[in-house]
């Protein structure tokens, strides 16, 4: 669908119930572009899969409208919404055909025969199955059937598509190539994708913006280069990718910096969310942004470190070292040529820039 300024979906001041009690859904409010790859990322119990639920029609909101091409979808049922869903038991009839599987959702909109068989292949074509629509569900693999799924949901050609959790069953290597597969049929077709996972790498590796649930609120709202980046609170920065968290408390703050005192150690970091002068904050600090024995005065931040554990990890090292009285504290160190050798015991230094250790609640 061509993008226009008007939202393509839209969740307006949406709560949800189911014991009148406990909202699994707070105050949502979302607007999500024709055409975009939007990921709703969060621990399970966060209210991403209910909100999926309420777009795709199989829960209703208790409070609020969820709206499609400006539309309110409150009261149309799931059938009527003409909205693609994929699942992560693939939900495949077992006694058809895959060809039969994906012709189902054609014949329930009266299509004619001679286009159900021509869309029907095209869909194959496009999971690179073209020559297996004459087989079962059960004489595919996982991931054939994974893609069976996906083609079944885009065969009708709707400008939505539903994902819920859909590499869930797929091992690893099989998940990241499948990661790419929908990645690809989306910038090839242009439609508007909504999905589920709690899998953050799927996240960053798919989305155009991903949105970061927790305790029933969008917790960030931003592309996967922001969300890593720039972390706005704990949470965000604890949920996306490795993240060295140092407790401590703020003593002078102007804006833009701030000096926090962690045990006897005073770190310079940006000032991004934090309650002000006294208050608690955590440090976020990822760990391949930490430099291994940099030069005198070339960091605000440098502390001396021991190491206690090395994992060689192919690309890179993961060296987990106490300092700043953290036992936990990780660096990542590229794994080059010229990469003089740790051992265990020694003694180091560590060091950081300001821009990339940001104050956070605490």
Sequence with gaps: MAETDTPFVQFIEVQKTYDGELLVVKDLNLDIKAGEFLTMLGPSG???TTCLMMLAGFETPTEGKVMLGGKELNNVPPHKRGIG????????????????NLAFPLEVRKMGKSDITAKVQRALDMVELGAFGA???????????????????????PDLVLMDEPLGALDKNLREQMQYEIKHIHENFGMTVVYVTHDQTEALTM?????????????QLAAPSVLYEKPENAFVAQFIGENNRLRGTVMDDDGTACTVKVEDFTIKALSVNHNGVGSGSTLSLRPERVTLNPDAGSLPNIFDATVEELIYLGDHIRARVSCCGDDEFIVKIPNAHDQSALDKGEKVLVGWSMEDCRALDA
């Design 46 to 48: 966060s209210g991403k």
């Design 85 to 100: 869903m994929v699942f992560q038991n693939y939900a495949l009839f077992p006694h058809m055909t895959v060809a039969e």
């Design 135 to 157: 087989r079962r569900p059960a004489q595919l693999s996982g991931g054939q059937q994974q893609r069976v799924a996906l083609a079944r949901a885009l065969v009708f050609e």
């Design 207 to 219: 989305s155009d913006r991903i949105a970061v649930f927790n305790d029933g609120k969008i917790q």
